[in-house]
Antibody, heavy 124, light 110 residues
Framework: QVQLVESGGGVVQPGGSLRLSCAASGFTFSSYGMHWVRQAPGKGLEWVAFIRYDGSNKYYADSVKGRFTISRDNSKNTLYLQMNSLRAEDTAVYYC?????????????????WGQGTLVTVSS | AIQLTQSPSSLSASVGDRVTITCRASQGISSALAWYQQKPGKAPKLLIYDASSLESGVPSRFSGSGSGTDFTLTISSLQPEDFATYYCQQFNSYPLLMYTFGQGTKLEIK
């Protein structure tokens, strides 16, 4: 069965950095794009970033562009989110999610598999 | 970037009611839209993909419709477990790939 397990959350000061990890299992990781989605306390969902199956293309929300970097290591079945220049408004639960479309298949919408989330708190 | 506007932002309804939530995109996105249900402290649950396809295991009282810019999620007969927050998300890749969410609709018991 598909499992996504995030780690790396914690408390960090404004301007600091943090790297989140998402360990994937139960599917061929190297065949699927992956997403990061976040949710600030009491707020709605915000899509953060997407990386294609082979890491060739990366896409970001305007709110994190230039500060966050999504990456992956297909040999370790792991997704990463490097977060730099953190701000109070980056405080959120960060989820990784598996893209529904595999390589070569017709593109479809909807994220079915999600991790449990990891909390990032940016505070002095 | 494409914006998604959900309405209403909150809704009070009773068990057995028929409920409709709308999601409007700032530009046409064909059928590249999904709907989710989220309960407190949990990850979102996918209900509908490609605007109108029911995800496996989701009760048939949930349905989605629409294409282009206007979409709806309908719950035909509310059950106690349906009280939650609902989000739409677009998966259009043009002109920019940004898979934005709507702001959410909180469905509460009347």
């Amino acid at each position: 069965q598909v499992q996504l397990v995030e780690s790396g959350g914690g408390v960090v000061q404004p301007g600091g950095s943090l790297r989140l990890s998402c360990a994937a299992s139960g599917f061929t990781f190297s065949s699927y794009g992956m997403h990061w989605v976040r949710q600030a306390p009491g707020k709605g969902l915000e899509w953060v970033a997407f990386i294609r199956y082979d890491g060739s293309n990366k896409y970001y929300a305007d709110s994190v562009k230039g500060r966050f970097t999504i990456s992956r290591d297909n040999s370790k079945n792991t997704l990463y989110l490097q977060m730099n220049s953190l701000r109070a408004e980056d405080t959120a639960v960060y989820y990784c999610a598996k893209d529904p479309s595999t390589v070569g298949a017709k593109r479809r919408s909807g994220l079915y598999y999600w991790g449990q989330g990891t909390l990032v708190t940016v505070s002095s | 970037a494409i914006q998604l506007t959900q309405s209403p932002s909150s809704l009070s309804a009773s068990v057995g009611d028929r409920v409709t939530i709308t999601c409007r995109a700032s530009q046409g996105i064909s059928s590249a839209l999904a709907w989710y249900q989220q309960k407190p402290g949990k990850a979102p649950k996918l209900l509908i993909y490609d605007a109108s396809s029911l995800e496996s295991g989701v009760p048939s009282r949930f349905s989605g419709s629409g294409s282009g810019t206007d979409f709806t999620l309908t719950i035909s007969s509310l059950q106690p477990e349906d009280f939650a927050t609902y989000y739409c998300q677009q998966f259009n890749s043009y002109p920019l790939l940004m898979y934005t969410f709507g702001q959410g609709t909180k469905l509460e018991i009347k």
